[in-house]
């Protein structure tokens, strides 16, 4: 896993020192290694954190005489059967890297090189005889990539904070942006919370020329994948050969590995995969809560580390630990998410850092096998949230700032934008063929939103943030296209959700765990808004500048003083919060890296 970044140009020639200056905002994602090219008007620079060919695969990678040069984040994890083919095809290869068979399949297949890469990835490909920069993502967006369209030419990093430095205009914050991630809790598609910045989409992938856009296509998209009709006894025979390539692939590496073991479904299954294609026992990790009333997942994923023989450890952070992480991890993030899971995530990152370099993880296993309560809300329930919020057929129509709120608390070139904020969730349920479902439909509008532009930046981000490195075999695109094809009756059951995964996992986990009401990972932020850190914050919060300038100080102040545990109005005050300190970091400065432990209420009373 490692940081890209680069500029290319209209005119003139790149500035090597300040191309070195970007790379190093990304250290963090790459620390062993760290190196440049540089060609007149374009240059690029890479940050590695050595996963594969720890002593010959440092970047940029060269193919044909050095006139293709190649850095990349991520893994392609079909590299040892790529090469293979390519090297029966008379392609020589220099190192062991999986990265390099991103050069060789694009001099063996041109253009069409992407559909033969099977991972996670975001890269730069830059071909200097046609002064050619081609960028891509992956298929579902594990790994970030972002453009900023610039005065002088275009600029690409694998984190906000690089073209941030890169960047010699003052930057000025897009309205759609910042209501998208107050509604939403994120914002999409290739809106950011920076004007001029914008997200490649996943399955996407960019020409860059004489320093400008000159074409995009997507290489893959869900709305290809066709829906079948299959019993339960075939999808399992599919499955099973599915899941024992996908694991063995995904489990290539030269570095030790563990796994996050939250005690549900997803984590549970990776276990017993793992364990069974691992000869020793997996390092485990799992993250509970001080200070909290309700129960958490901690005794499930325990029994199962105990059932599995794994090396366990739990770690339970109190509020205070919490609270004064919550700067690093913003800064961490780069963008604005309101998921509070980013907290626990960033400290058992921090924990399985120490010691590993790769980690799994189960993301991935709702939105593919339909697992969300969300999926399941009636036909009478959909109908009237349609009609109330048209568009979307009853999905993602409630946003979180509603009633008499927006008024009191944004200022009109906000409220302006508010009737747009669901624009994200209308066009995707809107883009789904006549074919499809409404659970495909659901599925569909979470892959192409919830799941690139909130659960993977907290996923990589926060790995980032410690240098670790996330691995998602739910996520594997030929998982999703599985899943998504898969019959409704298969997914649903009556009141559960990821029926088909259930009854799959049955033959490694038990079934009373498997079938046991979902929890979820609940995190209990709402609880600690309270005390001595609410009453301060009522002070400080609202004369924050950042603040004043787009919020209405009076209505901020009614937000804190009307703030209760888990109420939904400690969910606004959380996302203000850290908006604040998001400021501070990308606005009034330009990303650098903050203390690991430091009391917010500090960054907000400068």
């Keep these: 896993m490692c940081g890209i970044t680069g500029l290319y140009l209209e005119k003139g020639t790149i500035d090597p020192i300040k191309l070195d200056g970007a790379a190093q905002t990304l250290t963090h994602r790459g620390p062993d290694n760290s190196d440049s090219f540089v060609d007149g008007s374009f240059g690029m620079a890479h940050t590695r954190l050595s996963i594969i060919d720890l002593s010959g695969g440092d970047q940029p990678l060269f193919a044909r005489n050095k006139e293709l040069i190649l850095i990349a984040n991520g893994e392609i994890y079909n590299f040892i059967e790529l090469r293979r083919d390519l090297a029966k095809r008379g392609h020589h290869f220099a190192t062991r890297s999986d990265s390099e068979v991103i050069l060789h399949a694009y001099v063996q297949y041109g253009k069409d090189f992407l559909r033969v890469l099977h991972g996670m990835f975001a890269f730069a490909l830059y071909d200097k005889t046609d002064r050619r920069l081609i960028l891509a993502r992956d298929r579902l967006g594990i790994k970030p990539l972002f453009l900023a369209h610039l005065a002088e030419g275009v600029a690409f990093a694998s984190e906000i904070k690089a073209l941030r430095y890169l960047d010699s205009a003052p930057p000025q914050i897009d309205p759609n942006g910042l209501i998208e991630y107050l509604q939403n809790q994120f914002s999409s598609g290739r809106t950011t919370l920076l004007k001029g910045y914008e997200r490649l989409l996943p399955g996407e992938a960019v020409c860059i020329e004489q320093g400008q856009v000159r074409e995009r296509w997507r290489y893959w998209s869900p709305l290809e994948i066709k829906p079948v009709t299959m019993d339960f006894q075939e999808a399992r025979d599919a499955f099973d050969q599915l899941m024992e390539t996908v694991m063995r692939q995904h489990m290539r590496s030269d570095v030790p590995f563990g796994l996050f073991l939250s005690g549900g479904v997803d984590s549970s299954i990776l276990l017993a995969l793992l364990s069974r294609y691992k000869d020793e026992p997996i390092r485990t990790f799992s993250v509970g809560f001080c200070d909290t009333r309700l129960a958490d997942e901690l005794p499930q994923a325990e029994r199962l580390a105990m059932h599995f023989g794994s090396r366990h450890t739990a770690i ?291």
């Design 316 to 606: 339970r952070p109190d509020a205070e630990a919490i609270f004064h992480s919550l700067p690093y991890t913003v800064w961490a993030a780069d963008e604005l998410m309101r998921d509070y899971a980013s907290l626990p995530t960033a400290i058992l990152a921090e924990a399985a850092a120490k010691e590993l370099k790769v980690v799994f993880s189960g993301e991935g296993g709702d939105e593919v096998f339909a697992g969300y309560g969300r999926y399941r809300s009636s036909i009478l329930e959909r109908w009237i949230k349609g009609i109330i919020a048209p568009g979307s057929g009853g999905f993602r129509t409630r946003g979180t700032l509603r009633g008499r709120w927006p008024q009191r608390l944004l200022k009109p070139e906000l409220l302006n934008c508010l009737s747009a904020a669901r624009t994200p969730f209308v066009d995707a349920w809107q883009a789904t063929p006549a074919d499809w479902s409404n659970l495909q439909r659901m599925q569909y509008v979470d892959l192409i939103t919830a799941l690139p532009d909130n659960l993977l930046v907290k996923l990589d981000r926060m790995l980032m943030g410690w240098s670790l490195e996330g691995r998602v075999p739910f996520l594997d695109h030929r998982v999703v296209e599985f899943g998504l094809g898969l019959p409704d009756h298969l997914k649903v059951s009556g009141r559960h959700g990821k029926a088909f995964l259930k009854r799959w996992a049955a033959q490694y986990l038990p079934e009373d765990h498997l079938f046991g009401p979902k929890r979820g990972f609940y995190v209990p932020i709402g609880e600690w808004i309270r005390g001595r850190f609410l009453s301060v914050l009522a002070e400080v919060l609202p004369r924050n500048a950042a603040i004043r300038t787009w919020f209405r100080p009076e209505g901020v102040t009614r937000l804190i003083r009307t703030c209760r545990p888990s109420g939904p109005n400690s969910r606004m005050v959380w996302a203000l919060l850290q908006f604040a300190i998001w400021h501070h970091f990308f606005i009034d400065g330009i990303g650098q890296r903050p203390p690991v432990k430091l009391d917010p209420l500090e960054i907000l009373d400068k």
